[in-house]
């Protein structure tokens, strides 16, 4: 297995010095995170992991001859496929698009974003760019896993050009609430969903960022989902929750880490006697910095007696420098804690002490190690790997952690101190229960927290993902398989040809046309009445149609010789040439009873209405707001099934309607009024819906069947929508293309 990692940066960053190349490690908790993977894979005695890293090296080169130097090396050195993009390109994509469009929306920033079309429009080219880059170099059993909110169109680009590829797509930032996702202009927002959704699986930290994103795709791309599986048109795509972890041997074990013990003494030498807060993200309005800091400033006004035992260790990586918000950010926390140490400091104290820069592994481990509390409060933050780390480092699992509710990382670690990062109060609150916090206690909660850790660490986390993407890719060759081929079209026809006496049962909605806001408005076009014509004018075919619709719409839209109607999913049937017929008296009474609760869902749902026919009445929801009548159409199902639970009706949901209808009659029990005549040597069955399964059920084996759509049936074979349906009628029969069916002379063509 080969896999193809892509994401917007390598894990390294290559500078240029005097005409050679050197490359540094980056920071950010994705490339930590997968490093670990990729580093524990290729200590792993049982799989051989080869794998490219695909991404752009941090460096712009014009010199074609350079751009092929650089990818000899990084392929040779650093298993990487380096992806060039010039200065203005990558001004407009990443500082652009990426970090002031999506990063702020989707931290709940909605007044930082920023809605610029040409953004947007280098976005699509960038993903573009990636997509092209990765057919240069795809195999046909690569994987390939595409990460972050940089590339959200990239899987969609990636299955149109290579489908049998697995494409997994995971978001290391939140997903947000559909309120905040709605703000985007709503072409940007149906193309960010088509471009995740066309991959196999989505992969997000959090079960709620799940909800949020398949909450997107039902109301902004009307999918609906079971159990996180969405079926598209013609493909099934996964979403689900793999929150990351932490390489935890890495921040656990470091006894014989000669640097980290370096920094500890360093540490002892000079803090050993204050208790040490720690604060460490990168630079990042989102990590809710400044409120960390006030709350910082007002405990030590309130509680007097921690001064000069107490030192906040600041430290703020620098990164995304190009952005105005964060040049601002890093302005205010300058002046902070310019302030807060003016204010409280003296010559023998600094209440805290700040470092702007990126700090080697050592040195971080040794700040986790000595630091009494972490005190990490986010105002959004999709996991938050940091807090992992810290509890991980805890060798004698002492320290505490006060975490932020909106960080991912939060729903894990649930013995840590949680608070709400807008509350200053409990931020204060909290580092006064954490400093008087008994040993014990924390020894009790961390060894909690490290197990957990322990166990669901990020080799799992990648296991989990790789697993599951292979088994969708699995789940979708089995419907694929069931995909009506080539060969078997031929084999069909061969039987359609030599045979007698054929027998066709075509279903109408979603078979023979697309579904229609209301169902009066699919009226058959000329295309399908034509194609059905010239199967009527042949006396050795029987074509019937079967429909849940009333007989008067059906009666009226194919007035045509030779055809056979049944109605009301079988309770009503017209043999050709002749009237419409009741198989058994009915009792329709209980119709009365039921239209009252009907009303009041369409009062209730807007959009909603009431299809009264003969002997069945339903309720259509498809142009009502999906998510509201999804969960209605649930509370009327189970409220129907209490209400007629005396009376011989039965209820059934079916593609955004739920139908009741008198029992005893279905497609199935209709179909076998022409198979029990024995007579036919050729029957083919098409339907999209779980009411044609009566049908295909009671087929005889030589029959053939079709499903229309992806799923599971127990017809023979799939087709993807009813333009393959409609194409293979065509195909089977030659069709005379007849202007005006109306037209009594056709009707008199047809041999009687
Ligand atoms: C994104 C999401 C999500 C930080 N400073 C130094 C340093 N680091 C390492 C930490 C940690 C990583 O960088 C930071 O990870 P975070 O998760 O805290 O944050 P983001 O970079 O914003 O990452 C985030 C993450 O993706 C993973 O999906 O958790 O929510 O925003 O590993 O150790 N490492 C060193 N020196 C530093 O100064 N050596």
Known sequence: MRMLIVSNRLPFTVIEKEGMFEFKESVGGMVSGLSAYIDSMKTSSFI???????????????????????????????????????????????????????????????????????SWKCYKH?????????????????????????????????????????????????????????????????????????????????????????????RILGHEHNMGKIITKNKIVRADTYPMGIDFPK??????????????DKFDRTLANYRIILSIDRLDYTKGIINRLRSYEIFLERYKQWHK??????????????????QQNKKEIDELVGRINGKFGSIDWTPISYQYKFLPFGSLIALYKRSDIALITP???????????????????????????????????????????????????????????????????????????????????????????????????????????RKVKEEMKVDFNKARRRLILLDYDGTLVPFAPSPEMAVPNQDILNILISYLKDMRNEIVLLSGRDKDTLGRWFELPNINIVAEHGILIKEKNCDW??????NDQWKTRI??????????????????????????????????????????????????????????????????????????????????????????AIGDDFTDEDLFRILPDTAYSIRVGITQSYARFNLHNYVEVIELLRQMVEVNVISDIINKEIYNEIPS
Request: with cysteine; glycine share 6%; proline share 4%.
């Open 251 to 264: 921040f656990n074990n470091h006894t014989n880490n000669m640097q980290v013990q370096k920094e500890e």
């Open 581 to 586: 017929s009741i198989a058994k008296q009915l």
């Open 379 to 485: 105002l959004r933050d999709g996991m938050n790997l940091v807090s992992k780390e810290y509890i991980a480092a805890r060798t004698d699992k002492t320290g505490v952690l006060i975490l932020s509710e909106m960080a991912g990382a939060s729903k894990e670690l649930g013995e840590a101190i949680i608070i709400n990062p807008n509350n200053t109060e409990e931020i204060i609150e909290a580092l006064k229960e954490a400093l008087e916090m008994p040993r014990e206690e924390q020894i009790r909660k961390n060894h909690i927290m490290q197990e957990r850790l322990k166990c669901y660490d990020v080799v799992k986390w990648a296991h989990d993902f790789l697993n599951d993407l292979i088994s969708v890719g699995e789940e979708q060759k089995r419907f694929d398989a069931k995909l009506l081929n």
């Open 126 to 218: 960038v993903n573009e760019m990636f997509c092209e880059a990765i057919m240069e170099i795809i195999k046909p059993d690569d994987i390939v896993w595409v990460h972050d909110y940089h590339l959200m169109l990239l899987p969609g680009l990636l299955k149109k050009r290579s489908p049998e590829n697995p494409v997994g797509f995971f978001l290391h930032i939140p997903f947000p609430s559909f309120e905040i996702f709605r703000m985007l202009p709503k072409k940007w927002q149906k193309e960010l969903l088509e471009g995740i959704v066309g991959a196999d699986l989505a992969g997000f930290h959090t079960h709620e960022y799940t909800q949020y994103f398949l909450r997107c795709v039902l």
């Open 309 to 326: 035992k107490l030192i906040l260790l600041l430290i703020v990586v620098p990164s995304r420098i190009g952005v105005e918000h964060y």
């Open 595 to 684: 239209l009252p609760l009907l009303r009041l869902y369409v009062d209730r749902v807007p959009g909603s209405f009431i299809e009264e026919k003969g002997f069945s009445i339903a309720w259509h929801y498809r142009k009502a707001d999906p998510e509201q009548s999804s969960q209605q159409a649930k509370d009327l199902m189970d409220t129907l099934v209490n209400l007629t639970a005396n009376i011989d009706v039965q209820i059934m949901q079916g593609n955004k309607v739920v139908e009741i209808r008198n029992t005893g009659f279905n497609k199935g029990t209709a179909g076998m009024h022409w198979i029990s005549k024995n007579e036919y040597d050729f029957i083919l």
């Open 48 to 118: 051989e992991l080869k794998y490219i890293w695909i991404g752009w090296p941090g460096i712009t080169i014009e010199d074609i001859k350079q751009k092929e130097q650089l990818k000899l090396k990084a392929l040779s050195d650093f298993h990487a496929y380096p992806i060039f993009l010039s200065e203005e390109i990558m001004d407009k994509f990443y500082h652009g698009f990426c970090n002031k469009t999506i990063w702020p929306l989707f931290h709940y920033f909605p007044f930082y974003t920023v809605y610029d079309e040409d």
